[in-house]
């Protein structure tokens, strides 16, 4: 059988005049688009704008829940309860919802953003708050959380369906959690080795975590940024690379 993968990235997250990111240059490699609720970034004019440039390009909509932290954009820990957090992704799914339908989009995924996502990930009150938030929603919805995650866990006990994710340009720490961006070597800037690891980890199941330790994890799902313009050409020459191993690149759907 062969084998194929999703590659995801983070889009919709400009806000009122301030830009961020070519979201339409990116849709062009990607196969399924996080677009943000408004709790990190983006707002109704942009979610309209994104979820209507999705459907242009043939890309599947998902919703990237966060924290209430526009200032911090998402990024900072935030001691919100496992019932807020419940709440916030009824919230921001909903709100993308409205804007999918109004596009005749079906919204396909929901993928947690930022502190959130590392928080769930380790903590199983606040991952079963977001699984359980996803499915009283639309139990099709699939979540998109980190390989090995607390999410994953969470997801399969809510009978959620679930897609495990790696990361192109992260590096990963021995319990296959992400390396904190505070600390030396989180970030994968050599292009070269960002592209083998992300091929390795799709064929093999298998990356070198920063200690050198090889761990073992599953890949449903690649998320690559495309942020800038460099890194633009970096999400294309992936992409190359997947389909030149043999690897389909096709959005999520039907994993557990």
Not at 19 to 35: E, R, T
Not at 179 to 184: C, F, M, Q, T
Not at 198 to 221: F, P, R, Y
Not at 224 to 234: K, M, P, Y
């Amino acid at each position: 059988m062969s084998m194929r993968i999703d590659m995801n990235s983070d889009l919709g997250e400009s806000f009122g005049p301030w830009v961020m990111g070519d979201d339409k240059a990116v849709l062009a490699s990607v196969s399924s688009a996080n677009v943000a609720c408004g709790f990190h970034g983006g707002d109704a004019e942009i979610m309209k704008k994104t979820v209507s440039l999705c459907k242009a390009a043939g890309v599947a909509v998902g919703a990237h829940v966060s924290h209430p932290d526009l200032q911090g954009f998402g990024r900072r820990n935030m001691a919100c309860s496992p019932a807020e957090v419940y709440a916030y992704c009824l919230y921001q799914i909903g709100a993308l919802q409205a804007f999918c339908l109004s596009h005749n989009v079906a919204l396909r995924h929901v993928k947690p953003h930022g502190a959130l996502y590392n928080m769930a990930g380790k903590d199983e009150a606040l991952a079963l708050a977001i699984c359980e938030g996803i499915a009283s929603v639309d139990p099709r919805l699939i979540l998109l959380a980190l390989s090995g995650s607390k999410m994953i866990d969470a997801a399969h006990q809510t009978g959620l369906p679930c897609a495990r994710e790696i990361f192109a340009d992260r590096a990963y720490e021995e319990d296959g959690s992400l390396v904190a961006r505070g600390k030396p070597g989180a970030m994968i800037t050599d292009e070269d080795l960002a592209i083998a690891r992300v091929v390795q980890m799709v064929t093999t199941g298998k990356v070198a975590a920063i200690t050198g330790k090889e761990i073992a994890l599953q890949a449903d799902s690649v998320c690559v940024h495309g942020d800038n313009a460099h890194a633009l050409a970096f999400v294309k020459k992936i992409r190359a690379a997947l389909e030149a191993a043999g690897i389909k690149v096709k959005a999520m759907g039907g994993m557990q």
